[in-house]
């Protein structure tokens, strides 16, 4: 960065603290801003708090500077943290990195390579055994004309112009089109919708299918290509707060990825989602399925429909059927449980709750549960877990005693163990493990997590662990939480690991016991100071550290 430049930023860094302390309370020493931009347009924070008072500042906006951050230091990955310590007597201080970031544990975060990420579920997923598609090319392109009368009929009337959608581009276009996709996925469109688009081009926006504008094939090509598909972007923020890849749908019909090359967009619902024709389907799905993908998406899929054809099928029945509410020349089609579910209630139907000391054995479990939370459970018996298809997350707490061998049985991925004394011996080569987190305050023993093929990620931060230099074996190791004595003595028995991607501060914990059990890393654990995080974000990222702390001054009112 130039003289003039950096001499900028700074510029902004003081007005900024400026308005904080024209908007400070009466009595207030110190104020801290953490904030961040996420391009030349868009910023936030997550807090901005005055001491001694506690009071926050919601009323002064800070979108203009912290913009211009952005724009002077040219970030680029899309998030640019700017935490900013202004104090009464007219100093400040600023963070600016786009690696090191506070997190919602009370901790923080260091991304040390964004383009090193851990493989989705969906690449260990098999594909189905039979893959028929369920849509027919000469159903659909009957029902398209069945749905354009139906809708004729509703919407028409004196002095309105019968709706005709585009008429298709020339055959060799189309096969032009066609042919791009076949040479960048090996895949082609399925026969039904290629019917379609051999009578229509889309629908020139007027929003046929569910109020989504359906493409033309054109965009629909170019909304396909890698470099258009912005939704797909990975972040290890994101990441860590939802790890599990689930779908929404029937069992296992859809990949468990964000996002997939051969999920091709075919119509938006212009809010950034998408519906797709999915042409690599889970083992329990068809090809030519529909899904919605995008933006509010990106921690899974949700199954629409097994293909255009019933799509179709479905409008026009309601059209039918009278589930419709037509007003001002506007059609809104109530389609049932097609229409967008919650997302938060299916997840919760597929997991299951066992607590207290009758949960031995496990009871309730059904070959759909995901997600198995058990707590304050002695000698809990997880025998009826065994060969349970879809358990990828399996959280406990206070459970003495349990035997973690029926574990091996299952395709667990996420693991979240709170107990007294942790016996990983059980674990010893699981094929599906990735993410693990400990809390006890017994010694446990990580050599049995050497042989995990999948293990990618470690939260030793509230666990007891005799030997950290063992972590220097895990070759597979993409991110790692300790506590800031845990990496000192890493680094001192070890050095830094090697291939790590990210890396977390977790906060210190005080005496009571309780912080071992407790989910509340605030109530029984000292967060890092900014300072304290910045010097281990330098000592961890070495000369390639991403942190700028820049100092100046104020004119006080």
């Given at each position: ?30 104020a801290e801003v953490r904030g961040y ?342 000698w809990v018996d997880f025998g009826p ?173």
């Amino acid at each position: 960065m130039t003289v003039d430049r950096e001499s900028e930023l700074t510029g902004v860094l003081r007005t900024m603290a400026e308005k904080v302390a024209a908007g400070a309370p009466a009595g207030w020493r110190r104020a801290e801003v953490r904030g961040y931009a996420t391009g030349p347009d868009g910023s936030g924070h997550r807090g901005l708090t005055f001491e001694p008072s506690g009071h926050g500042g919601g009323d002064i906006d800070l979108h203009p500077e912290m913009t211009a951050v952005y724009t002077l230091t040219g970030a680029t990955s899309g998030h640019l943290t700017i935490e900013l310590v202004v104090e009464a007597r007219g100093r400040f201080e600023a963070v600016i990195s786009e690696s090191l970031e506070a997190t919602g544990e009370h901790g923080f975060l260091y991304v040390l390579d964004r383009d090193a990420v851990p493989a989705e579920p969906a690449e260990f997923q098999q594909g189905p055994s039979a893959a028929v598609p369920a849509g027919d090319p000469r159903e659909a392109v009957a029902l398209l004309g069945a749905y354009l009368r139906e809708r004729d009929r509703i919407l028409g009337g004196p002095g309105r112009d019968r709706y005709a959608p585009p008429p298709a581009i020339p055959e060799a276009h189309r096969t032009w089109l066609e042919t791009q996709l076949w040479r960048r996925y090996g895949v082609a469109l399925p026969d039904d919708l290629r019917a379609l688009y051999a009578l229509i081009d889309g629908d020139g926006g007027e929003g046929l299918l569910d109020r989504h504008p359906w493409f033309s094939l054109e965009l629909l090509e170019s909304q396909s290509r890698p470099e258009n598909r912005w939704w797909s972007g990975f972040s290890w923020r994101h990441h860590l707060l939802q790890p599990l890849v689930a779908d929404v749908g029937p069992p296992l019909a859809i990949r468990r990825a964000s996002d997939h090359p051969c999920w091709i967009p075919f119509a938006t619902s212009t809010g950034g989602d998408f519906l797709a024709v999915d042409m690599a389907p889970g083992p329990g799905g068809r090809p030519g399925q529909v899904i919605r993908i995008g933006r509010n998406h990106d921690d899974g899929p949700v199954y629409v429909a097994d293909s255009v054809t019933s799509l179709l099928r479905r409008h026009v029945d309601a059209l039918r059927a009278g589930s419709y509410l037509a007003e001002q020349g506007e059609l809104w089609i109530d389609l049932g449980d097609m229409e967008e579910p919650d997302r938060y209630a299916h997840e919760e139907s597929r997991s299951l709750t066992v607590a207290g000391p009758d949960a031995a054995p496990v009871r309730g479990m059904h070959p759909q549960v995901q997600h198995l939370r058990v707590s304050n459970a002695p000698w809990v018996d997880f025998g009826p877990v065994r060969g349970a298809p879809m358990l990828w997350r399996v959280t406990m707490e206070n459970c003495p005693g349990a035997d973690l061998t029926p574990l091996r049985d299952t395709p667990v991925e996420l693991l979240d163990l709170a107990m007294d004394a942790i016996d990983l011996a059980p674990l010893e080569g699981h094929p599906t493990l990735r993410l693990l987190a400990l809390r006890t305050e017994h010694p446990v023993d990580l050599t049995p997590l050497l042989s995990c093929p999948r293990l990618y990620a470690l939260d030793l931060s509230r666990a007891a662990v005799p030997d950290l230099g063992v972590l220097s074996e895990l070759n597979g190791l993409l991110y790692l939480c300790l506590r800031r004595g845990q990496w000192e003595e890493l680094w001192q028995r070890a050095g830094h690991p090697a291939g790590l991607a990210a890396a977390g501060l977790a906060p210190e914990p005080r005496r009571e016991k309780a912080w071992w059990w407790s989910a509340d890393r605030a109530y029984h654990a000292q967060e890092p100071s900014l300072r304290q995080a910045v010097r281990w974000g330098i000592e961890l990222a070495g000369e390639a550290a991403d942190v700028r702390v820049l100092r100046g001054r104020f004119r006080r009112r």
